[in-house]
């Protein structure tokens, strides 16, 4: 069975500096789809950004991209310039190639310091 | 923009009495979610459809949960008798289908059982 491990509960970052959230997975499978979704105190998910693993070339959303390494099963998270706004829950999440379920990890709290 | 909405918000019952929660899934999506959020299990999957069809409620527990789809524009989720542990957020997700399609979700319900 698939498995998402987020070995970071809490991490902190001062405003405007970069920080790197780091998720792990375990698969059988050779195509599949990984996200990372973001819950502000709202508890709203929001998707922050998502990657095939057929794709090589790493995604990227504005101040937010990943770090993909398919042989390691590493999808780590970077956020740059951080802002106060981006403090909240990050779960990352796997989805097989031809399934519709989602696999969480358990998340990482991100707080962000003036 | 489109969005998932859910009605309740917020739901304080007590324990025996039936709990219904409603999504809208946003217009044209066909498929349609419904995930449990707690502090011990984390995100996890309770029942899906597509094109208004059960097709997994593998996650739900039978004897009290019951998930429905009476039109494209409507997926309920009814707990009956509620317990205490029943208490968590449930979200609702659309998405258009399979393929590794992003899901979206809708902000929640907070369900508290006395």
């Known amino acids: 069975a698939q498995t998402v491990t987020q070995s970071q509960p809490e991490m902190s970052v001062q405003e405007a500096e970069t920080v790197t959230l780091s998720c792990t997975y375990d698969?059988?499978?050779?195509?599949?789809?990984l996200f990372w979704y973001k819950q502000p105190p709202s508890r709203q998910m929001i998707l922050v950004i998502r990657?095939?693993?057929?794709?090589?070339q790493n995604a990227t959303e504005n101040r937010f991209s990943v770090n993909f390494q398919k042989a390691a099963k590493s999808f780590s998270l970077k956020i740059s310039d951080s802002q106060l706004g981006d403090a909240a829950m990050y779960f990352c999440a796997y989805r097989g190639y031809n399934t519709d379920k989602l696999i969480f990890g358990t998340g990482t709290r991100l707080q962000v310091f003036p | 923009d489109a969005r998932v909405t859910q009605t309740p918000r917020h739901k304080v019952t007590e324990m025996g009495q039936e709990v219904t929660m409603r999504c809208q899934p946003i217009l044209g999506h066909n498929t349609v979610f419904w995930y449990r959020q707690t502090m011990m299990q984390g995100l996890e999957l309770l029942a899906y459809?597509?094109?208004?069809?059960?097709?997994?409620d593998s996650g739900m527990p039978k004897d009290r949960f019951s998930a429905e789809m009476p039109d494209a524009t409507l997926a309920t989720l009814k707990i009956q008798p509620s317990e205490p542990r029943d208490s968590a957020v449930y979200f609702c997700?659309?998405?258009?289908?399979?393929?590794?399609?992003?899901?979206?979700f809708g902000p929640g319900t907070r369900l508290l059982v006395l």
């Open positions: 997700a659309s998405g258009l289908g399979s393929g590794g399609e992003t899901q979206y």
């Open positions: 459809f597509r094109n208004r069809a059960p097709l997994d």
């Open positions: 698969t059988s499978e050779s195509d599949y789809y």
């Open positions: 990657q095939e693993a057929y794709k090589q």
